[in-house]
């Protein structure tokens, strides 16, 4: 869980007992457990286009499905196509993200998006979250933010899962083309042992095709307590996801025009997907009055078989030209992150600093099928690909009414790639690549509570950012290594939370 965006105090009635900032009465000789008292605050935000998205907007919005969530983030669009098992193709910002190339997505601070991966680069499949598990969803717009780095050029998103629920419940839905959705949410009451929080989702659905999608979906999410303190605790936190499905795929707009297929139709009924990932994480969190930490390890098993026809029988017109797109991966990594209050030469500061790890062993290829059949091999690498970033900011308060924050990231990749067996195109080589990107944001606050404005902040915020080119493009052309990408904007943010996007400027260099 990130620290960085949400205060959490942990305040135990035992420090009533020794004259605490709780004050109470007890009886001498107390058996009784202690008792825990949840004090929520939101830190203030570095962007007018910063901001959080809590349960009660999930409640009063209910999403039944990982594209709902994602279209809590303002002025983004989202497309589902190939039988709705794929990434989600993302629009935001003027940016055609692709499945994730300029937007990263972070479930509980695990990377979603996916690096040197068979069918797109950054391809971000969030299908094995649940949404009835959100706590609640930190989103960004732009390259503003230090503790950001591969992929959020356009923006982020971090999905934060629950710890406990008010009940254990169990949903049953269903609707049109054999939709049906199956829902368990199972959360014991406070003072069971290791207070154990689990989800499981069952979802199939048809599609209105003629070639039904036979979409299926098993999704089981697990959190519980290893250790808990009065400022610290240890969670475990378990994903098991799997899902497969048939496509109708693309269809000439002249066949239906002409009658020889519906537009419901398909030329090639055996596109489709399968896909698999399951995950494993530790999580500690400290908090006290003037700093928190937080330190996570993960490790992650990926697998996608994907079989597309995007041209038909144009180059092979016996065959056709049927494609498989195989990856499969172990990837696996640390987010560590500190940040501190205090004084110096009496102006309020904050430091806030990381660390970000994260190494994938990738086997993927590309070959041509009928029928799901593989003919040929085209393309087929193991990849070893590395990124560590590093990351500091400084808050500094000269006046009630500003705060600046200056910050920098710098990112090392290293790419090894190796070819598998004889193929039709073989890549191979290595190197690396190291990009520093800084990050400046002004935050003032002209009105006092006086004033008809009161509350009202007002933001210019300038950065960069990048996202990775795929390790089989750098190793053949070193020059397309760390695309950067600039912008700049202006916004303000009143005392009730509404928000005004003034301008921006951007420039990329892809």
Not at 100 to 110: E, L, M, R, S
């Amino acid at each position: 869980m990130k620290l960085t965006r949400m205060s959490l105090l942990v305040l135990p009635f035992y420090f009533a007992l020794h004259g605490g900032p709780l004050q109470a009465q007890q009886p001498e000789a107390s058996t009784t457990a202690p008792v825990e008292v949840y004090v929520w605050g939101q830190q203030p935000t570095s962007a007018a286009t910063e901001q959080t998205r809590w349960q009660k907007d999930l409640e009063l919005r209910p999403s039944n499905t990982p594209s709902d969530v994602l279209r809590l983030t303002p002025g983004l669009i989202i497309g589902q196509h190939h039988g709705g098992g794929k990434a989600d193709q993302i629009l935001f910002r003027g940016f055609d993200s692709d499945h994730g190339t300029d937007f990263a997505v972070f479930i509980d601070g695990i990377p979603v998006n996916m690096v040197s991966h068979a069918h797109g680069q950054g391809y971000a499949d969030m299908h094995w979250l649940i949404p009835e598990t959100i706590e609640r969803v930190e989103i960004y717009k732009g390259p503003y933010f230090a503790h950001l780095g591969d992929f959020a050029t356009s923006g982020a998103m971090n999905i934060i899962t629950k710890k406990k629920d008010k009940d254990s419940t169990l949903t049953f839905t269903g609707g049109s083309y054999n939709t049906q959705r199956y829902v368990g949410i199972f959360s014991p009451p406070e003072g069971t042992v290791l207070r154990p929080y689990i989800g499981g989702e069952v979802y199939l659905n048809d599609g209105p095709f003629k070639n039904p999608n036979d979409y299926i979906r098993y999704n089981i999410l697990t959190k519980f307590d290893l250790l808990q303190s009065a400022n610290s605790n240890l969670n475990f936190l378990g994903n098991f996801f799997k899902t497969s499905w048939n496509a109708s795929g693309e269809i000439p707009a002249r066949s239906v025009r002409s009658g020889d297929i519906g537009r419901f139709g398909s030329f090639d009924p055996s596109e489709g997907g399968k896909s698999e990932r399951q995950t494993l994480s530790l999580i500690y969190n400290y908090t006290d009055a003037n700093q928190s930490f937080n330190a996570q390890t993960w490790g992650s098993w990926y697998k996608l078989q994907l079989w597309s026809n995007f041209s038909l029988f144009l180059n092979d017109p016996v065959n056709g030209d049927g494609i498989e797109q195989d990856d499969k991966r172990f990837l696996a990594g640390n987010n560590l992150n500190y940040r501190r209050n205090y004084n110096l030469w009496d102006l309020p500061m904050e430091t806030f600093v990381g660390f970000q790890s994260r190494f994938d062993h990738i086997r993927v290829g590309l070959f041509n099928q009928t029928d799901r059949r593989r003919r040929d091999t085209v393309k087929n690498n193991n990849i070893e690909q590395t990124n560590l970033g590093w990351f500091m900011q400084q808050e500094i308060r000269p006046t009630a009414w500003l705060r600046t924050q200056i910050g920098a990231r710098m990112d090392n990749f290293w790419y090894d790639v190796e070819p598998i067996g004889t193929v039709a195109e073989p890549i191979s080589g290595s190197g690396s690549a190291t990009i520093v990107n800084p990050k400046l944001n002004f935050i003032f606050t002209p009105f006092d509570d006086r004033n008809f404005a009161k509350g009202t902040d007002l933001f210019l915020n300038f950065g960069g950012g990048f996202h990775s080119n795929d390790a089989r493009v750098f190793v053949q052309d070193p020059k397309k290594k760390l695309p950067r990408y600039w912008r700049g904007e202006g916004g303000a943010q009143d005392g009730n939370g509404k928000r005004c996007y003034i301008a921006n400027r951007s420039r990329s260099r892809w």
